[in-house]
């Protein structure tokens, strides 16, 4: 297979899975971490690989050695796997999973800014998610009818925060997420539940419904719920671990062998649920426009991401990310995306604007 | 369909169903409530009808009465059905479930202590469950290989309890149940944790599995969880409404209507888990030896249908019944059952002794 973003936390644990099932890497493309990379080159050896940029080229232990965005495309093209995982951040992630299903090729999806910006244009028969919320709502149906789909999100570091300190919030505490280990960019989007945003649009797409909503299960035990017809509803429960959801997206259905051990719900003792408050979660407020106007993906995606950099880069605060995404939202409110050449034109007016508003 | 214990609560939601899904009802077996088996005849026109005994078969407004244990059996070979409802109480449903079987049909099982007496005779494969646990743990299955399963229990009316008050609960306290409305055998065997530890051997029987196991969730919103090999955990929540194990048993899978409004699981809000305490239960502590040996679920059953008898009679205390039970069962601890006919005559030994217990 060919690992996109093999030096990220998703990265990691595909090739913790790839070790276990001795499965053949074609291609490790990492990001700036080429110490890592290295390391994972000597481990696998894979055919080819990638950084992202030229200048980290000439440090990485390898004959064939891709740079850059267009890296990640000619890498695409070359290889003969018929997996690519894609565990890239950001938008950028978007050219090479369409590249990919273009060569025919299956995509193991951990990008979710692909689905969200563009996902109209996506062919999802060719993707399975590399998500706990998607896998388990996958986990989950079972041929009957359904009525409604749920996912839960944790709630984040600031959930019990009081309202007002939360202007105050640095990166440093945004970044201290209770129950994952994540990335920076997804850590910031769970805190402010973009991410939780971002992946209701993605189950729409995935699942052919809008019948799609989340609440807060604060342990992150349950990953999503589904309500069938007849008046059933199930939960997938498993340990906040992405090595489940990589496993079957790697191996496929049906491989039978433990990759967690089960929860202990009896040392769980407690659950609760609550409603998504959009006092504290403002993004909130776009659900049900995002989920009826799917075009607005990419307009918030783009202007979130400018901000999550902003914040990163202790330019602005943490509510000023909200700030530049609505900003963004009724400044290009009455997008329309028609080819999915439009998805990169306005991803970049998007960015322009995102970064002078204030 | 063929419906023995027509009158009680789930022979009641049994016609419900069949009336609003059109199914013909060939026989009604009720027990001492003629007023409304006359009502159910006129409403269901069926061809046979039984009562508990001769002196009520006057009462009952209909050309085909038959009485007794025997006339529920000639019920079964004279009818047409492939179904067969057995929602008798106790013991003396077990005949009438091997005559089913032994007649071709299938049986929708209310009746717990078919299974629990004799459950390695039955065959299993003409067997439907109607019971919201078991139901539950079909409803989850997904071909995947399964680690354990467990079902839920209430807690019943003395989970909170102070355990020196225990001595001295009577009847009426006993049968109010928090979250079911049930009949009375039943609603005893709940407050002791009895009716569990039964599930949990028709389980074993079931679902040919001993990795079995059940804990409290006191709002009986989950009525049971699966774990699979994989390190998913699934549960099956629904209302306390036995209408949706009883739809299944008579419509089968995919009838694509609702049955229940689903949960709200905003509403529910909080959700908590227990051990079951052998001090308040102290049932519980023949657990893995009636797993072990199913052979003395005969013995169990026997002992504890006399003990909540004499309980209903108020001749003994609530704790008495499990006294009874204890001392049959160390009484008639060497037991084995090697033939059918064994089960009966054990069940009446055992009888016996316990009536004469104390």
Redesign the interface.
């Known amino acids: 297979m060919v690992v996109l973003g093999s030096t990220g936390s998703i990265g990691v644990n595909v090739l913790n899975i790839a070790k276990r099932f001795d499965l053949q890497i074609e291609a490790l493309i990492a990001g700036n971490n080429v110490e890592l990379l290295n390391r994972q080159i000597e481990l696998f050896n894979p055919k080819y690989v990638g950084v992202a940029d030229k200048s980290l080229a000439d440090l990485v232990c390898h004959k064939n050695v891709f740079y850059g965005n267009e890296g990640i495309v000619e890498v695409i093209n070359l290889s003969a796997s018929d997996l690519v995982v894609n565990a890239l951040v950001g938008f950028l992630g978007l050219k090479p999973t369409m590249e990919a299903i273009k060569c025919g090729k299956r995509v193991a999806l951990a990008n979710k800014e692909s689905l969200v910006a563009a996902g109209k244009f996506v062919d999802v028969s060719k993707i399975v998610p590399i998500d706990s919320e998607h896998f388990a709502l996958w986990?989950?149906q079972?041929?009957?009818?359904i009525?409604?789909m749920?996912i839960t999100a944790s709630g984040g570091p600031f959930r019990n925060t009081p309202l007002d300190r939360l202007k105050d919030v640095k990166p440093k505490d945004a970044l201290k997420h209770p129950n994952w280990s994540m990335g920076d960019k997804i850590s910031i989007d769970s805190a402010t539940m973009t991410n939780k945003l971002f992946e209701i649009l993605e189950a729409k797409w995935l699942f052919k419904t809008e019948k799609v909503d989340a609440?807060i299960e604060n342990k992150s035990v349950i990953h999503a719920?589904i309500?069938?017809?007849?008046?059933?509803?199930?939960?997938?429960?498993?340990?906040a671990d992405m090595k489940?959801p990589i496993?079957?997206a790697l191996l496929g259905?049906?491989?039978?062998?433990?990759?967690?051990?089960?929860?202990d719900?009896?040392k769980?003792?407690?659950?609760?649920?609550?409603?998504i408050d959009e006092q504290r979660y403002p993004i909130w407020s776009f659900k049900d426009e995002i989920l009826n106007d799917s075009d607005k993906g990419v307009v918030i995606n783009a202007a979130n991401e400018v901000g999550v950099e902003r914040f990163l880069s202790n330019e602005i605060g943490f509510l000023d990310i909200f700030d530049i995404v609505k900003s963004a939202f009724y400044k290009f409110k009455d997008i329309k995306v028609d080819l999915f050449e439009d998805v990169f034109e306005i991803d970049k007016e998007v960015r322009k604007y995102s970064k002078r508003v204030k």
Not at 142 to 145: A, H, K, L, V, Y
Not at 268 to 275: G, P, Q, V, Y
């Open positions: 986990y989950l079972n041929g009957r009818e009525e409604k749920t609440l719920l309500d069938f017809k007849d008046g059933s509803t199930t939960a997938h429960f498993a340990r489940l496993a079957y259905d049906k491989f039978g062998e433990r990759i967690l051990p089960n929860i719900i009896l769980i003792a407690e659950l609760s649920f609550e409603k």
